[in-house]
Structure formats: C-alpha cells, structure tokens
C-alpha cells in the first residue's frame, strides 16, 4: 500500500504542485478554521479578515460583546454558534495559559496536544489535526468532505469509514512526510475533478488507481 500512496502522490504533485510547509500562527489557525465549519474558503476568508479588521488583538476579540463578534463574522454562516465557539476557546487558552499561544502544543507529546485540542467544545478532529499540521508541521492528517470523498473512491479508507474514522485510518496508511502535501492535493482533486456529483473521471490523473472509476458507479 505504501508504493501505492507514493504513485498517488507523485501524481497528485506534478498535477497540482508539491506544497511546501511553512510555520503559521496557530491562534490565528485554530480560530480560522473554527470559521471554515459549515462554509467554503472564500466566506471563512472574508469573515477571518472582517473580525481581524473589527477586534485588532485577541483580546479584544475575547471581550467584545458577543453581537459584535457575531456581526463581524457574518459571513462565514452560522455566526451564532462561531462566535461564543471562538470567545471560549480564547477564554480557556488565557485562564490555562495566560496568554494568547498554543506554542506549547509544539513540545508535548502528539496524542496529548491532540487531546488537549479535543478538550475544547466545538473542537472535532479535522480541527484539532489542521492546527497540529498547519501550524506546527505535526504528524497529524486532517480529513475534510474532499479527502473523505475522494480516498473513499480510491478505495484507501472503507466505503462506510466516517470523516472521524478516516483520520486514524489515513494516519496509519500515509507516510508522516507526505502529510502536508498530500492533504493539500487531495483536496485539490476533490475540487476540480472528483466532485460529489458528475466527478469528471475521464481527465483524473488516479483513475487508474481508482475502485469508483473501475466499477463504473456511483458511490
């Protein structure tokens, strides 16, 4: 299987590129991707920059008023519920750490970061892990619709696995090393040719590698 995901991936990046990892501050990516729930790049983008433009410092974005913060955050959707989310999780990073960092989850041991994370409400698997890869480089594989769709196709993960069960599963398949790259390119299969609907698998450079392209069916 290992030789498998290695052909995946080569593909993968001479179709799309081979990201390169670089450090982002993981405060900035856990609230950031609080706000992509429920909502595509450009809406989580928008409602990011509106609440940076609003609340200049963390701070500030823990002690507004919740309808503020709910107003600033419009245009993600579900404001309601994201805005006491990201109040909280700024509220409990300064009662435990009295200061706005997670630079501490860079030294602890994964599993425990990972839990620590976790132990946030509102905070699922594909967050916690996209915090853990994102900002710190960790070997943590986030697993969104995209990557669930696709590697299901693919026939890596089982037809029925669900997106929490994908994340144990594809962290146990993947190589550590392709965790950033890989994650990125699945996605950006998922977007262009292996839709939910009418995935175009005439012009997928995996279709060779693909269970759903040789049944001829729908998932």
């Known amino acids: 299987m290992t030789d498998r995901i290695l052909r995946i991936h080569r593909r993968l990046a ?3 590129g081979e990201p390169q990892w670089t450090p982002r501050d993981p405060v900035a990516v856990l609230v950031s991707t609080i706000l992509s729930q429920n909502t595509n790049d450009r809406n989580r983008d928008r409602a990011y920059e509106r609440l940076r433009e609003r609340f200049p410092t963390w701070e500030a974005v823990r002690d507004a008023p919740l309808e503020d913060v709910i107003a600033a955050i419009r245009p993600a959707g579900l404001a309601p519920t994201k805005a006491p989310r990201i109040q909280e999780t700024l509220r409990r990073i300064w009662a435990e750490r009295g200061e706005f960092s997670l630079d501490f989850l860079a030294d602890m041991p994964l599993e425990t970061a990972r839990a620590w994370l ?3 409400p509102g905070i699922g698997p594909k967050t916690a ?11 943590a594989f986030p697993v969104d619709t995209h990557i669930h769709r696709v590697c299901r196709r693919l026939g890596l993960i089982p037809a029925r696995a669900t997106r929490e069960q994908a994340h144990t599963l594809l962290e146990d398949l993947i190589p550590p ?10 996605i950006a299969l ?9 995935p175009e698998c ?10 759903f392209y040789r049944r001829g069916q729908a998932d």
Do not use: K, M, Q, T
């Not at 090393?177 to 699945?186: A, E, G, Q, S, V």
């Not at 998922?190 to 009418?198: A, E, I, K, L």
């Not at 005439?202 to 269970?211: F, I, K, M, S, Y």
């Open 177 to 186: 090393d392709l965790y950033y790259p890989l994650h990125l390119n699945l």
């Open 129 to 139: 892990a996209i915090v853990l890869l994102f900002a710190f480089g960790r070997p």
């Open 118 to 120: 976790l132990s946030i």
């Open 14 to 16: 001479a179709e799309y």
């Open 190 to 198: 998922g977007r262009d040719v292996c839709h939910p609907r009418n």
């Open 202 to 211: 005439g012009r997928c450079v995996l279709r060779d590698e693909c269970d």
